[in-house]
């Protein structure tokens, strides 16, 4: 069993930034793909960014260029720097980790961009 803490949400204007974070159990982290998604009102789940465990990384069209995703093993935490926010990017956060077979989902995080 994973669990996972999503935290770093918030508030921000339209052009500014937020990092996210996300705090995993076990002693595995390592070797997880690592994932975040975003779920706004009336829209279904969509990839955000990816990164597995040896540091390659994946993004969405609409997020290149502006969000990075990274990790820190040491820590067993994989973050989201969101830069130029735009009001649609506002969204509920979720990380995820695939260990093996299973997938496993943080609580989500709430992250609003508006004047």
């Known amino acids: 069993q994973v669990q996972l803490v999503n935290s770093g949400g918030g508030l921000v204007q339209p052009g500014g930034s937020l990092r996210l974070s996300c705090a995993a159990s076990?002693?595995?982290?390592?070797?997880?793909?690592m994932g975040w998604y975003r779920q706004a009102p009336g829209k279904q789940r969509e990839l955000v960014a990816t990164?597995?465990?040896?540091?390659?990384?994946n993004y969405a069209d609409s997020v290149k260029g502006r969000f990075t995703i990274s990790r820190d093993n040491a820590k067993n935490t994989v973050y989201l720097q969101m830069n130029s926010l735009k009001p649609e990017d506002t969204a509920v956060y979720y990380c995820k980790c695939r260990a093996g077979p299973y997938d496993y989902w943080g609580q989500g995080t709430q992250v609003t961009v508006s004047s």
């Open positions: 990164i597995t465990s040896g540091g390659n990384t």
């Open positions: 076990g002693s595995a982290f390592s070797i997880y793909v």
